[in-house]
Protein backbone atom coordinates (compact mmCIF):
# COMPACT_ATOMS: atom_id res chain seq x y z
CA UNK A 1 0.00 0.00 0.00
CA UNK A 2 1.47 3.47 -0.70
CA UNK A 3 1.76 6.22 1.26
CA UNK A 4 -0.88 8.35 -0.16
CA UNK A 5 -3.37 5.08 0.55
CA UNK A 6 -2.16 4.37 3.55
CA UNK A 7 -2.57 7.81 5.01
CA UNK A 8 -5.83 8.84 3.50
CA UNK A 9 -7.36 5.52 4.61
CA UNK A 10 -6.17 5.88 8.46
CA UNK A 11 -7.92 10.23 7.73
CA UNK A 12 -11.19 8.59 6.60
CA UNK A 13 -11.26 5.62 9.38
CA UNK A 14 -11.40 8.49 12.45
CA UNK A 15 -14.85 9.79 12.18
CA UNK A 16 -14.78 13.71 12.13
CA UNK A 17 -18.37 14.56 11.74
CA UNK A 18 -18.69 18.40 12.06
CA UNK A 19 -21.22 18.57 15.66
CA UNK A 20 -23.05 21.81 14.06
CA UNK A 21 -23.59 23.52 17.39
CA UNK A 22 -24.40 20.21 19.22
CA UNK A 23 -21.98 19.52 22.16
CA UNK A 24 -18.48 17.97 21.32
CA UNK A 25 -15.98 18.00 18.18
CA UNK A 26 -17.18 15.06 16.23
CA UNK A 27 -13.91 13.97 15.91
CA UNK A 28 -11.76 16.74 14.49
CA UNK A 29 -9.52 16.75 17.55
CA UNK A 30 -8.73 13.05 16.80
CA UNK A 31 -8.12 13.82 13.19
CA UNK A 32 -5.51 16.96 14.06
CA UNK A 33 -4.03 14.66 17.20
CA UNK A 34 -3.56 12.04 13.75
CA UNK A 35 -1.98 14.74 11.81
CA UNK A 36 -0.21 16.02 14.47
CA UNK A 37 1.69 12.76 15.03
CA UNK A 38 1.96 11.59 11.19
CA UNK A 39 4.29 15.03 10.94
CA UNK A 40 6.29 14.03 13.88
CA UNK A 41 7.47 11.20 12.76
CA UNK A 42 8.77 12.57 9.95
CA UNK A 43 10.87 15.49 12.07
CA UNK A 44 7.93 18.14 11.67
CA UNK A 45 6.70 19.69 14.58
CA UNK A 46 2.88 20.30 15.03
CA UNK A 47 1.45 22.34 17.41
CA UNK A 48 -2.90 22.18 18.23
CA UNK A 49 -4.68 24.88 19.04
CA UNK A 50 -8.34 25.41 20.44
CA UNK A 51 -10.77 27.00 18.50
CA UNK A 52 -13.83 26.17 20.31
CA UNK A 53 -14.23 24.16 23.64
CA UNK A 54 -12.85 20.77 23.05
CA UNK A 55 -12.22 21.69 19.03
CA UNK A 56 -8.94 21.97 17.64
CA UNK A 57 -6.74 23.12 14.49
CA UNK A 58 -3.28 21.61 13.94
CA UNK A 59 -0.81 23.91 12.27
CA UNK A 60 2.86 23.26 11.37
CA UNK A 61 5.52 25.36 9.93
CA UNK A 62 8.39 24.21 7.82
CA UNK A 63 10.61 27.00 7.63
CA UNK A 64 11.97 28.66 3.89
CA UNK A 65 14.90 30.59 2.85
CA UNK A 66 12.52 33.30 3.64
CA UNK A 67 10.20 34.00 6.49
CA UNK A 68 7.33 34.93 4.55
CA UNK A 69 4.66 31.83 4.42
CA UNK A 70 2.55 30.28 2.21
CA UNK A 71 -0.10 28.53 3.80
CA UNK A 72 -1.37 25.24 3.48
CA UNK A 73 -5.41 25.28 4.44
CA UNK A 74 -7.52 22.43 4.33
CA UNK A 75 -9.96 20.96 6.96
CA UNK A 76 -10.67 18.01 9.41
CA UNK A 77 -14.25 17.79 9.44
CA UNK A 78 -16.97 16.17 7.56
CA UNK A 79 -20.92 16.30 6.73
CA UNK A 80 -22.98 13.67 8.19
CA UNK A 81 -22.95 10.15 7.36
CA UNK A 82 -26.91 9.62 6.92
CA UNK A 83 -28.42 7.41 3.58
CA UNK A 84 -24.44 6.56 2.89
CA UNK A 85 -24.18 3.04 0.97
CA UNK A 86 -20.51 2.63 1.81
CA UNK A 87 -19.32 1.78 5.35
CA UNK A 88 -18.48 5.62 5.63
CA UNK A 89 -15.56 4.55 7.78
CA UNK A 90 -13.85 1.65 6.24
CA UNK A 91 -11.56 3.85 3.65
CA UNK A 92 -12.15 0.71 1.40
CA UNK A 93 -9.84 1.09 -1.70
CA UNK A 94 -11.88 -0.30 -5.36
CA UNK A 95 -10.61 0.38 -8.56
CA UNK A 96 -7.99 3.03 -7.48
CA UNK A 97 -10.53 5.18 -5.26
CA UNK A 98 -10.70 5.34 -1.43
CA UNK A 99 -14.45 5.38 -0.41
CA UNK A 100 -15.61 6.89 2.66
CA UNK A 101 -16.72 10.14 3.90
CA UNK A 102 -14.49 13.10 3.81
CA UNK A 103 -12.78 10.74 1.26
CA UNK A 104 -13.32 13.77 -1.10
CA UNK A 105 -14.17 16.57 0.74
CA UNK A 106 -11.40 17.03 2.73
CA UNK A 107 -9.14 14.30 3.63
CA UNK A 108 -7.72 13.68 0.18
CA UNK A 109 -6.65 17.42 -0.12
CA UNK A 110 -5.48 17.48 3.12
CA UNK A 111 -3.47 14.12 2.81
CA UNK A 112 -2.12 15.51 -0.59
CA UNK A 113 -0.88 18.48 1.72
CA UNK A 114 0.64 16.85 4.33
CA UNK A 115 2.13 14.56 1.90
CA UNK A 116 3.56 17.85 -0.27
CA UNK A 117 4.84 18.87 3.11
CA UNK A 118 6.87 16.48 4.26
CA UNK A 119 8.72 16.30 0.87
CA UNK A 120 9.66 19.38 1.18
CA UNK A 121 10.82 19.20 4.52
CA UNK A 122 12.91 16.35 3.43
CA UNK A 123 14.77 18.24 0.93
CA UNK A 124 16.42 21.54 0.21
CA UNK A 125 14.12 24.32 2.22
CA UNK A 126 11.53 26.47 0.02
CA UNK A 127 12.21 29.54 -1.24
CA UNK A 128 9.12 30.56 1.61
CA UNK A 129 8.40 29.29 4.70
CA UNK A 130 5.18 26.91 4.49
CA UNK A 131 2.38 26.47 7.17
CA UNK A 132 0.26 23.50 6.94
CA UNK A 133 -3.33 23.97 8.90
CA UNK A 134 -5.69 21.44 9.15
CA UNK A 135 -8.85 23.20 11.13
CA UNK A 136 -12.22 22.97 12.22
CA UNK A 137 -15.80 23.64 11.08
CA UNK A 138 -15.55 24.15 7.94
CA UNK A 139 -18.44 22.51 7.38
CA UNK A 140 -20.89 24.66 9.43
CA UNK A 141 -19.62 28.10 10.59
CA UNK A 142 -16.04 28.20 9.29
CA UNK A 143 -14.80 28.70 12.84
CA UNK A 144 -11.43 27.31 12.44
CA UNK A 145 -10.18 29.40 9.82
CA UNK A 146 -11.21 32.43 11.79
CA UNK A 147 -9.50 30.72 14.52
CA UNK A 148 -6.32 30.23 12.16
CA UNK A 149 -6.47 33.97 10.96
CA UNK A 150 -5.46 34.68 15.13
CA UNK A 151 -2.74 32.13 15.09
CA UNK A 152 -1.07 33.69 11.77
CA UNK A 153 -1.85 37.23 13.23
CA UNK A 154 2.23 37.80 13.35
CA UNK A 155 3.08 35.87 10.64
CA UNK A 156 3.35 37.30 7.12
CA UNK A 157 1.37 35.68 5.01
CA UNK A 158 1.52 36.02 1.33
CA UNK A 159 -0.76 33.91 -0.39
CA UNK A 160 -3.18 30.60 0.34
CA UNK A 161 -3.71 26.95 -1.65
CA UNK A 162 -6.99 25.86 -0.24
CA UNK A 163 -7.73 21.95 -0.07
CA UNK A 164 -10.78 21.26 -1.18
CA UNK A 165 -12.22 18.36 -4.69
CA UNK A 166 -11.11 20.71 -7.35
CA UNK A 167 -10.18 17.78 -10.30
CA UNK A 168 -6.75 19.20 -10.05
CA UNK A 169 -8.06 22.59 -11.49
CA UNK A 170 -6.79 26.11 -10.34
CA UNK A 171 -9.68 27.65 -8.63
CA UNK A 172 -9.75 31.62 -8.05
CA UNK A 173 -13.54 32.62 -7.97
CA UNK A 174 -16.53 31.09 -6.02
CA UNK A 175 -19.64 32.43 -5.12
CA UNK A 176 -20.86 33.51 -1.47
CA UNK A 177 -23.95 33.15 0.51
CA UNK A 178 -26.56 35.00 2.23
CA UNK A 179 -29.12 33.18 3.55
CA UNK A 180 -32.41 34.46 5.79
CA UNK A 181 -35.82 33.63 6.75
CA UNK A 182 -38.66 34.79 5.27
CA UNK A 183 -42.21 34.74 6.62
CA UNK A 184 -45.92 35.40 6.56
CA UNK A 185 -48.43 36.12 9.31
CA UNK A 186 -51.95 35.06 8.90
CA UNK A 187 -54.84 33.85 11.27
CA UNK A 188 -55.03 30.75 12.17
CA UNK A 189 -58.63 29.19 12.25
CA UNK A 190 -60.47 25.37 12.25
CA UNK A 191 -60.08 24.37 8.37
CA UNK A 192 -64.06 23.44 8.67
CA UNK A 193 -64.52 27.12 8.60
CA UNK A 194 -61.67 28.55 6.46
CA UNK A 195 -63.16 31.70 6.15
CA UNK A 196 -62.63 33.11 9.34
CA UNK A 197 -59.11 33.01 8.90
CA UNK A 198 -56.31 33.96 7.04
CA UNK A 199 -54.00 30.92 5.57
CA UNK A 200 -50.37 31.65 6.24
CA UNK A 201 -49.19 29.75 3.46
CA UNK A 202 -51.19 30.85 0.86
CA UNK A 203 -49.57 33.95 1.83
CA UNK A 204 -46.15 32.65 1.30
CA UNK A 205 -47.26 31.36 -2.31
CA UNK A 206 -46.56 34.32 -4.08
CA UNK A 207 -43.50 35.35 -2.26
CA UNK A 208 -42.47 31.60 -3.51
CA UNK A 209 -43.33 32.07 -6.97
CA UNK A 210 -41.56 35.80 -6.88
CA UNK A 211 -38.52 34.13 -6.16
CA UNK A 212 -38.28 31.66 -8.13
CA UNK A 213 -39.15 33.87 -11.42
CA UNK A 214 -37.06 36.74 -10.53
CA UNK A 215 -33.51 36.91 -10.68
CA UNK A 216 -31.15 38.67 -8.73
CA UNK A 217 -30.74 42.27 -10.36
CA UNK A 218 -26.80 42.34 -10.94
CA UNK A 219 -24.60 41.18 -13.73
CA UNK A 220 -23.33 37.92 -14.07
CA UNK A 221 -19.25 37.37 -13.63
CA UNK A 222 -17.16 36.18 -15.84
CA UNK A 223 -16.04 32.72 -14.58
CA UNK A 224 -19.40 32.54 -11.82
CA UNK A 225 -21.96 33.31 -13.84
CA UNK A 226 -25.23 34.56 -12.56
CA UNK A 227 -25.76 35.32 -8.71
CA UNK A 228 -28.76 32.93 -7.74
CA UNK A 229 -31.73 32.62 -5.22
CA UNK A 230 -33.48 29.79 -4.41
CA UNK A 231 -36.06 28.73 -1.59
CA UNK A 232 -34.65 25.16 0.26
CA UNK A 233 -37.03 24.65 3.25
CA UNK A 234 -40.87 25.60 4.38
CA UNK A 235 -42.06 25.03 7.68
CA UNK A 236 -46.09 26.11 8.30
CA UNK A 237 -49.08 24.72 9.57
CA UNK A 238 -49.43 22.87 13.11
CA UNK A 239 -52.26 19.84 11.89
CA UNK A 240 -53.92 18.57 9.22
CA UNK A 241 -57.30 20.14 10.11
CA UNK A 242 -56.29 23.81 11.18
CA UNK A 243 -55.24 26.86 8.79
CA UNK A 244 -51.59 27.73 9.25
CA UNK A 245 -51.30 31.25 11.28
CA UNK A 246 -47.97 31.40 10.23
CA UNK A 247 -45.80 29.89 7.48
CA UNK A 248 -41.90 30.15 7.30
CA UNK A 249 -39.22 29.78 4.16
CA UNK A 250 -35.86 29.73 4.55
CA UNK A 251 -34.00 31.75 1.19
CA UNK A 252 -30.57 30.92 -0.17
CA UNK A 253 -29.08 34.06 -2.06
CA UNK A 254 -25.61 33.05 -3.81
CA UNK A 255 -23.89 36.37 -3.85
CA UNK A 256 -21.06 37.40 -6.75
CA UNK A 257 -17.53 38.99 -6.01
CA UNK A 258 -18.16 42.66 -5.31
CA UNK A 259 -21.57 41.93 -3.87
CA UNK A 260 -22.04 43.47 -0.08
CA UNK A 261 -24.12 41.04 1.48
CA UNK A 262 -25.62 43.88 4.11
CA UNK A 263 -26.92 45.81 1.25
CA UNK A 264 -28.05 41.94 -0.51
CA UNK A 265 -29.69 41.18 2.35
CA UNK A 266 -31.62 44.91 2.58
CA UNK A 267 -32.78 44.41 -0.68
CA UNK A 268 -34.55 41.33 -0.71
CA UNK A 269 -35.91 42.61 2.74
CA UNK A 270 -37.51 45.56 0.85
CA UNK A 271 -38.07 43.30 -2.67
CA UNK A 272 -40.26 40.75 -0.07
CA UNK A 273 -41.96 43.45 2.09
CA UNK A 274 -43.95 44.81 -0.91
CA UNK A 275 -45.13 41.55 -1.02
CA UNK A 276 -46.34 41.43 2.50
CA UNK A 277 -43.68 39.26 4.03
CA UNK A 278 -41.10 39.77 7.06
CA UNK A 279 -37.79 38.94 6.32
CA UNK A 280 -35.19 37.93 9.71
CA UNK A 281 -31.59 39.07 9.50
CA UNK A 282 -29.32 36.33 7.75
CA UNK A 283 -28.37 33.05 9.76
CA UNK A 284 -25.47 32.81 7.44
CA UNK A 285 -23.34 35.09 5.91
CA UNK A 286 -20.16 34.65 3.60
CA UNK A 287 -18.06 36.44 1.22
CA UNK A 288 -17.14 35.82 -2.38
CA UNK A 289 -13.99 35.11 -3.58
CA UNK A 290 -12.21 36.62 -6.44
CA UNK A 291 -8.28 36.39 -6.39
CA UNK A 292 -5.99 38.15 -9.27
CA UNK A 293 -5.13 35.27 -11.70
CA UNK A 294 -1.57 37.23 -11.83
CA UNK A 295 -1.28 36.68 -8.35
CA UNK A 296 1.91 34.97 -7.29
CA UNK A 297 0.45 31.63 -4.96
CA UNK A 298 -1.62 31.36 -8.61
CA UNK A 299 0.92 31.81 -11.05
CA UNK A 300 2.91 29.86 -9.39
CA UNK A 301 0.23 26.41 -9.32
CA UNK A 302 -0.41 27.04 -12.62
CA UNK A 303 3.05 26.91 -13.63
CA UNK A 304 3.60 23.86 -11.64
CA UNK A 305 0.24 22.11 -13.10
CA UNK A 306 2.04 23.04 -16.44
CA UNK A 307 5.15 21.28 -15.57
CA UNK A 308 3.38 18.41 -14.78
CA UNK A 309 1.21 18.66 -17.95
CA UNK A 310 -2.05 19.22 -16.44
CA UNK A 311 -4.54 21.96 -17.43
CA UNK A 312 -3.42 25.58 -15.61
CA UNK A 313 -6.14 27.58 -16.88
CA UNK A 314 -7.45 29.26 -13.14
CA UNK A 315 -11.30 28.77 -13.07
CA UNK A 316 -14.34 29.69 -10.86
CA UNK A 317 -16.76 27.08 -8.91
CA UNK A 318 -20.24 27.90 -7.72
CA UNK A 319 -19.31 26.16 -3.93
CA UNK A 320 -17.73 28.17 -1.04
CA UNK A 321 -14.68 27.55 1.00
CA UNK A 322 -12.37 28.90 3.54
CA UNK A 323 -10.49 30.62 0.75
CA UNK A 324 -12.77 33.61 0.92
CA UNK A 325 -12.11 34.36 4.75
CA UNK A 326 -8.26 34.24 3.96
CA UNK A 327 -9.19 36.83 1.24
CA UNK A 328 -10.90 38.66 2.51
CA UNK A 329 -8.22 39.30 5.40
CA UNK A 330 -5.83 40.18 2.96
CA UNK A 331 -4.44 36.68 1.68
CA UNK A 332 -4.51 36.02 -1.55
CA UNK A 333 -6.15 32.18 -1.98
CA UNK A 334 -6.75 29.69 -4.85
CA UNK A 335 -8.73 26.81 -4.06
CA UNK A 336 -7.45 23.41 -5.38
CA UNK A 337 -7.40 19.55 -4.42
CA UNK A 338 -8.00 15.97 -5.74
CA UNK A 339 -11.65 14.72 -6.37
CA UNK A 340 -14.72 16.12 -7.55
CA UNK A 341 -16.94 18.03 -5.87
CA UNK A 342 -19.88 15.84 -7.46
CA UNK A 343 -18.31 13.29 -5.18
CA UNK A 344 -18.39 15.23 -2.07
CA UNK A 345 -21.00 14.65 0.42
CA UNK A 346 -22.83 11.81 -1.74
CA UNK A 347 -24.01 7.89 -0.93
CA UNK A 348 -20.71 6.64 -1.95
CA UNK A 349 -18.01 9.48 -1.42
CA UNK A 350 -15.01 8.45 -2.95
CA UNK A 351 -11.48 9.95 -4.44
CA UNK A 352 -9.12 8.52 -7.47
CA UNK A 353 -6.17 8.24 -5.18
CA UNK A 354 -3.44 8.88 -8.31
CA UNK A 355 -5.10 12.35 -8.36
CA UNK A 356 -4.39 12.62 -4.10
CA UNK A 357 -0.62 11.58 -5.37
CA UNK A 358 -0.65 13.78 -8.25
CA UNK A 359 -1.86 16.91 -6.00
CA UNK A 360 0.83 16.17 -3.68
CA UNK A 361 3.97 16.32 -6.40
CA UNK A 362 2.06 19.62 -8.01
CA UNK A 363 1.60 21.72 -4.28
CA UNK A 364 5.26 20.57 -3.85
CA UNK A 365 6.72 21.72 -7.08
CA UNK A 366 4.86 24.88 -6.91
CA UNK A 367 6.24 25.70 -3.40
CA UNK A 368 9.54 24.54 -3.85
CA UNK A 369 10.32 28.18 -5.89
CA UNK A 370 8.72 28.36 -9.24
CA UNK A 371 9.53 31.17 -11.98
CA UNK A 372 7.37 33.32 -9.95
CA UNK A 373 7.61 31.89 -6.92
CA UNK A 374 11.19 32.76 -5.58
Known amino acids: MSEAEALLRDLVRIPSVNPRDAAGDGGETAVARHVRDWLGRRGITATLYEVLPGRHNVVAVVPGHRPEAVALVSHLDTVETDGMTVDPHAGEIRDGRLYGRGACDAKGPLTAFLLALAELAGGEPPSRTVVLAGVCDEEHAYRGVLGLLDTLADRPVVGAIVGEPTGLVPAIAHKGVVRYTV ?136 FGTDASKLARAGIPSVVFGPGSVTDAHTAAESVDLTEVTLAARVVADALRGGPRCG
Open 183 to 318: RTTGRAGHSARPEEAVNAITLMAPVVAHLAATAPAVAPHPLLGPATRSVTRIRGGTGPNTIPGTCEADVDRRTLPGEDPDSVWRADRAELAALGAQVDPPFTVDPALDTPADAEVVTALCRALDRHGRPAEARGMP
